[in-house]
């Protein structure tokens, strides 16, 4: 079993719909926690930060359930340039941190 | 300002050469942690490096090693490759190394072993 697992879509919708992704961990040392956005054959980029009390970037909103061990994004509005893969991160460690990336879930927003 | 800069962008290598990549972080951060990504997955990590000491390593062969220099660039080198070696290495640099530092990724190398 993974350390991060997501759901590997992809994730087929029309402009202007919400769509949540999932994210669960198995690490209960995991310390911090974020979703970053690859486009094709480029480099990641941080979306943002997730935050147990929940945290919204505009159209973007990301929880944390530490309880449970599961993280999650959720899209609004979708626009043709949220296309992309999301990968869920999670860092652990003391002193010195290993960032654990999940596989990635791909997203088509669509015209 | 530059961001993180990855040197060569593209590399092939044949089946027991070594190859060593290059990196130079952000101007100012002193954290730098190198990543394996291979199509379709997510970037595995390899190694994070902080005022020049190893401060993480991935469950990475010996095969690979790296180091940091006084002006916080970095060097990743891998011996004896492996057809498997084949992927993009990515390079991040953040300011520090607390937990909560974003990462911030240079465009890769993509190496093909042959």
């Known amino acids: 079993r993974k350390e991060v697992e997501q759901d590997p879509g992809p994730f087929n919708v029309p402009e202007g719909a919400t769509v949540a992704f999932n994210c669960t961990y198995s690490n209960s040392a995991s310390q911090s926690f974020f979703w970053y956005r690859q486009d094709c054959r480029k480099e990641p980029k941080l979306l943002m930060s997730?935050?147990?009390s929940g945290n919204e970037d505009g159209r973007f909103t990301a929880q944390l359930n530490r309880a449970s061990q599961y993280i999650s994004l959720l899209i609004r509005d979708s626009k043709l340039s949220d296309s992309a893969t999301y990968l869920c991160v999670v860092k652990r460690g003391t002193g010195g941190f290993k960032t654990i990336f999940g596989a990635g879930t791909r997203l088509f927003v669509k015209a | 300002d530059a961001g993180v800069t990855q040197s060569p962008t593209h590399l092939i290598k044949t089946r027991g050469q070594h190859v060593t990549l290059r990196c130079s972080p952000i101007s100012g951060h002193k954290s730098v942690s190198w990543y394996q990504q291979v199509l379709g997955q997510g970037p595995q990590f390899i190694f994070q490096y902080y005022e020049k000491e190893e401060r993480g390593r991935g469950n990475f062969p010996d095969r690979f090693s790296a180091r940091q220099f006084p002006n916080y660039s970095s060097e990743l080198n891998v011996n004896a490759l492996l057809l498997g070696d084949s992927a993009l290495y990515l390079c991040?640099?953040?300011?520090?190394?607390?937990?909560?530092?974003?990462?911030?990724f240079g465009s890769g190398t993509q190496l093909s072993v042959l």
């Open positions: 997730v935050y147990s």
């Open positions: 991040a640099s953040s300011s520090g190394e607390g937990g909560n530092e974003k990462l911030f």
